[in-house]
């Protein structure tokens, strides 16, 4: 009986959270849903023209572009700094944890604002100025997931143990760091890629139509063919569906790896406690 409930519950909330991706699909691939509960016909007409549409290629590269220089600015200005502060400064790592946390606690609204007075009259473009606020946006997820990840592989004894041998700083940040730090910046780089793709406030209220991004393609496009528009929301829906499988591939991966490591461990740990 208990098990029954379970599965009834899950049932609903299956049901519950799929029906709104099921009735978009069911709009973006048909003419006309006027006279029943099922759309009165199917066709792939809206996907072939918005794949066939210039400003829809447009929009996901710039958002791409968008996305790609965000992770890659991210990770070669915050990963070196972390390192180089959970191994020399680690006081300061109590520190930053709370003050990366500032972003949520800043109104986009405001942010945009302050941006908006401070820059809109100097000559730095605000293209450069939308990665700034993306950058200081996205602090969060990287300092966190990053500093977790540095913690779970005891960085800090890793580098200690190879200085011991004799091996200088870069081949241990090659050789060592980064081969145990690659499934946590791996998962945090999706993330963060997946976010500043799909990011829609600061890029439509500091450059709006200049710089039109697939979130601001989709909302021009509401207005103007609502079936267009939901076949924009089920393809961003399969990209946000295949990030999160990899996110969760990469999280197992990790999951893996930390077991496989507690049971060659465990061993060690029993001869000490035998030893004492």
Known sequence: MKKFLV?????????YYL????????????????????PDDFTLQWFVQLLSDGAFLGAVGRSLLLA??????????????MIWIHLYFPRW?????KIVLLPYAIPGVILVTALLRTY???NIPMFFVLL???????????????????????MKELVEAAETLG???FPIIRSVLIPNLKVGTTLVSLMVFSSVFGEYMLTNLLIGGRFETLRIYMLRRMNENGHVASAVMI???????????????FNKKQTKKIVVRAKMEEPIYEKLLNHS
Do not use: C, H, R
């Open 167 to 169: 091996v200088p700083m």
């Open 19 to 38: 029906s709104p991706l099921l009735a978009t699909f069911f709009y973006a691939s048909s003419t006309s849903w006027e006279k029943s509960i099922f």
């Open 235 to 249: 393809l961003y829906f399969l990209f946000l569906l295949v990030t999160a499988f990899s996110i969760f591939y």
């Open 93 to 97: 790592d109590q520190a930053l944890q």
């Open 7 to 15: 599965t009834l519950t899950l049932s609903l909330f299956a049901i």
């Open 120 to 122: 809109s009259k100097s």
């Open 132 to 154: 700034g606020a993306l950058f200081i946006s996205m602090l969060p997820i990287v300092y966190l997931g990053i500093s977790n990840q540095m913690k779970l592989v005891n």
């Open 68 to 81: 790609t220089l965000m992770t890659v600015i991210v990770f070669i200005v915050l990963v070196p700094t």
